[in-house]
């Protein structure tokens, strides 16, 4: 049985675009700088050769595992959820520190597209976890490796 991987419509796009890069863009230059360090001559202690070669297991291999995870990828689109209010995935929160009234918006995502530096959470993260189910008003309670910190939810949306 294979595990269905939630993905925002957003998320599968940049997936996507990435698959896109690799297999038009990054594919076939390794491919051009391989055949330009053949004609170096030796292959045995051809340092181009054996980097160009060692570049093209990496773009083959995020080829199969993008392939694999889209593959197995259920879109979910936040703006045809339902929800009345509460946070699910592909919600975007923005939540406020109870200590330093510091303000901060993230959207809760799969595990493929997190990215922190993005304000894209996991679905999987303790902070996502705290906060499913949770409507605008409540109180998040985060259990972090320093204690427990508080975050009021300020503002739920859901968009595609």
């Known amino acids: 049985m294979s595990t269905r991987i939630p993905l925002t419509a957003a998320g599968a796009e940049r ?6 890069d690799l297999t038009r863009v990054k594919r076939p230059a ?9 004609e170096h001559g030796d292959l045995k202690e051809n340092a ?6 060692e570049q093209q297991g990496f773009i083959e291999g995020r ?8 593959s197995h990828a259920e879109i979910i689109d ?5 929800p009345g ?7 975007t929160v923005v939540l406020a520190d109870v200590e330093t009234d510091e303000e901060k918006t993230y959207q809760v995502v799969g595990d493929l597209e ?6 894209r959470i996991s679905i999987s993260s303790p902070l996502a976890r705290a906060m499913i189910g949770k409507e605008a008003g409540d109180t998040v309670v985060l259990d972090a490796p320093g204690g427990q910190r508080e975050f009021e939810l300020v503002e739920v949306r859901y968009q595609a």
């Open 48 to 53: 181009e050769y054996h980097a160009a070669r």
């Open 15 to 20: 997936l996507r675009a990435e698959l896109e």
């Open 85 to 91: 209010g509460k946070v699910v995935f592909g919600a």
């Open 63 to 70: 080829i199969k595992q993008l392939e694999a995870d889209l």
């Open 114 to 119: 997190a990215d922190i530096k993005q304000n």
């Open 78 to 82: 936040p703006g045809k959820l339902n």
């Open 30 to 38: 390794v491919i051009a700088a391989i055949a330009e360090a053949r």
